[in-house]
């Protein structure tokens, strides 16, 4: 049997529980099973249509499922799940990102982008910036594939997982996406100077991530979400200057 933890604002729907036993051979059959014994709960994990409702994740091991298989992920006996409602306006402790994936990320696009620029290159540089606005559509790092099918299970890179909000580098990522997309643009255009210029900024600043800790994108949705600016809802962890990389 798995085990699923259950979250502070949920426990009234199951009786008071924390953790319950559930059985499945994936995450749509344990949550089918864990709503079976606690019909009440099922409202507040769903939508009338049988949606997962947009601000529930469920996490497998720290990582959130919609970045695996989603409801098809397989699961193990071993394994550990976990629900974690989204809390507008603030940083939930349960929420996680796992920064070594970030930092493959971060690397790739590093390395990608001045190989485009040594071997000039607009295309590749495109590769890159399509690769980027990818992963911020799907809500991942845009080679998050490199890192979790090729280098994590080989030992070649070990995880990272802290508590953290995953928002604020999705609209780092996007924000580097456009910039580098604006410059390919301009070097398809023959602006070729301003172009590999943008390519270089979008490269400092991930090199500023990987190498400072210090992300430059979270640090202006946090600024945005002072502003109160709509859509902007987390913001920072306890104690954590605005973009600076939260405490494992």
């Known amino acids: 049997m798995t085990t699923i933890r259950i979250p502070t604002p949920l426990r009234q729907y199951t ?18 099973d864990l709503t079976g014994q606690h019909p009440s709960l099922r409202p507040h994990l769903y939508t009338d249509s049988g949606e997962l409702r947009a601000f529930v994740n469920v996490f497998l091991n720290d990582e959130d499922v919609r970045h ?3 409801a098809e992920t397989p699961v193990k006996d071993t394994d550990k799940l976990m629900i974690v409602p989204s809390i507008a306006g603030g940083h939930d402790e349960n ?15 590093i390395l990608l982008s001045i190989l485009a620029f040594v071997l000039n290159l607009p295309a ?5 910036a399509l690769v ?41 990522q996007g924000f580097g996406a456009v910039v580098l997309g604006l410059g390919v643009l301009d070097l398809f255009l023959g602006f070729t100077l301003f172009g590999w210029a943008l390519v270089w900024l979008v490269i400092a600043l991930a090199a500023l991530n990987l190498f400072v800790g210090f992300c ?33």
């Open 15 to 32: 009786g008071g529980q924390a953790e319950i036993a559930v059985t499945g051979a994936n995450v749509g059959a344990i949550l089918s």
């Open 68 to 70: 695996l298989q989603g």
């Open 95 to 109: 929420r996680k990102v796992d920064h070594a994936a970030l930092r493959v990320n971060q690397a790739s696009i």
């Open 124 to 128: 590749l540089a495109l590769a890159v």
């Open 132 to 172: 980027m606005a990818y992963g911020t559509l799907t809500h991942q790092p845009g080679f998050k594939l490199l890192y979790s099918g090729f280098l994590r299970p080989r030992g070649l890179v070990k995880p990272d997982v802290i508590a953290d909000n995953p928002e604020p580098h999705v609209f780092a």
């Open 216 to 248: 430059a994108g979270c640090a202006v949705y946090y600024w945005l979400n002072r502003l109160k600016v709509p859509g902007f809802i987390k913001a920072p962890p306890a104690g954590t200057f605005p973009g600076m990389r939260p405490k494992a």
